[in-house]
């Protein structure tokens, strides 16, 4: 699946256009998002990078969800 600009995205399809972004974290936060975003790189087998919009939906939904997700892909 892709956004409407014809980005790559893990979760889709995307409600509507707008984009998220993570820039106002502390260190320790920063740390632990690109940590998350390792993670869920490895869980869905992704060959490119993973936005932050995807990272923050597999937060959101947890990690049973986001396994349970990727299993239906």
């Given at each position: ?7 790559p ?34 869980l ?9 919009g995807?990272?923050i939906?597999?937060l959101a ?13």
């Open positions: 699946m892709t956004t409407k600009t014809g980005r995205v893990i979760f889709g399809p995307k409600d509507d256009d707008k984009t998220v972004r993570a820039l106002a974290l502390t260190k320790r936060g920063r740390v632990l998002f690109e940590k998350a975003r390792k993670r869920l790189k490895k869905a087998k992704w060959p490119g990078s993973v936005s932050d995807d990272v939906e597999s939904r947890g990690d049973d969800e986001t396994a349970a997700y990727l299993r239906q892909k």
